[in-house]
């Protein structure tokens, strides 16, 4: 009984996230017809089972930002890593720091609609040379939307990454940066004396991309919590249910449904998930999911 309510505090939590923060493009009429937009929605869980304080635009150690700015849509995720718990520093501030900044950014106009790169080394940067320390790595990924070409714009560092499905099939999906198994590329700012005890990839590392959008394009953008437990058969036949989606709470089920599958999958012990056939590609013999934090940004295309 105590896991059933544990069950329905945590996915009421999550939703209710992602209600708070579906994007207020989803109302078609607040834009002229010609303008191409985004629709969008939030859900996500933190890998830990019990009930934590809610932070918008966090679970867990992930953390994630939507913004918009005249001529664009902006959608972003990081994840935190972990391994910084060991040396008493939170890993979730500075990807949380990360993608507030580069929402700030967005709002100021301080970014350009084609080079998502740039703003995510403008937001690093600033980070750098905060007055207040924000110490931690994470991978990041960042799409924008150019309304005035109808032309989706990416940068992604790590195993964080994207996914865009057109008529049941995908036509564009990021990929991942590893500098060998289960440690992705990551934009680091570490305590003085361990620069040289850490992994630190530079903003420019970023692979970037650049494609044209149709209308009804289904974009997921997620944190490997996601991609290590969802197959891509399972991921595609989800997005596909949305494909020219225009209700903005349609979408949030499916992102519900997509975060909630792949934090139940995690936990599953027996599942041969993406992560395992990884391992085991690496020689690493293992089955199961990956329990981790799951952050799904779940977004349609308005033309």
Not at 125 to 141: D, F
Not at 259 to 268: G, I, Q, T, V
Request: hydrophobic letters at 40%; a negative charge; aromatic letters at 10%.
């Amino acid at each position: 009984m105590h896991s059933l309510w544990l069950t329905g505090r945590l996915l009421s939590r999550a939703i209710w996230n992602g209600f708070a923060n579906i994007s207020s493009a989803a109302d078609p009429n607040v834009h002229r017809k010609t303008d191409p937009f985004l629709v969008s929605a939030v859900c996500g869980f933190s890998k830990e089972r019990k009930i934590q304080r809610l932070i918008k635009g966090q679970f867990g150690d992930d953390a994630w930002f939507t913004a918009r700015y005249k001529s664009a849509d902006v959608l972003g995720v990081a994840d935190g890593v972990g391994g910084w718990r060991a040396y008493g520093i939170d890993p979730g501030e500075f990807s949380m720091h990360l993608m507030k900044t580069c929402e700030r950014l967005i709002k100021l106009g301080r970014f350009t609609p084609s080079n998502p790169s740039e703003l995510l080394a403008r937001s690093y940067y600033e980070l750098l040379h905060h007055k207040k320390s924000i110490l931690g790595s994470s991978t990041a990924c960042v799409v924008i939307l150019n309304r005035e070409n109808s032309t989706l714009y990416t940068a992604n560092i790590g195993d964080s990454g994207y996914m865009v499905v057109r008529g049941g099939r995908i036509i564009h999906r990021s990929e991942e940066q590893q500098h060998y198994f289960n440690t992705p590329f990551q934009l680091s700012l570490p305590p003085p004396g361990y620069q040289a005890d850490v992994l630190s990839d530079q903003p420019d590392s970023a692979i970037t991309d650049n494609f044209p959008v149709e209308d009804g394009d289904v974009i997921l953008v997620a944190t490997d919590g996601v991609f290590d437990n969802l197959p891509q058969n399972l991921l595609v036949s989800e997005l596909t249910k949305v494909q020219g989606e225009r209700c903005a709470s349609r979408l949030q089920m499916v992102a519900n449904s997509i975060a909630w599958m792949a934090r139940n999958l995690s936990f599953d012990e027996t599942f041969v998930s993406p992560f395992a056939e990884s391992a085991f590609a690496n020689g690493i013999n293992t089955i199961g999911g990956k329990p981790d934090d799951i952050t799904v940004i779940l977004a349609t295309v308005a033309i």
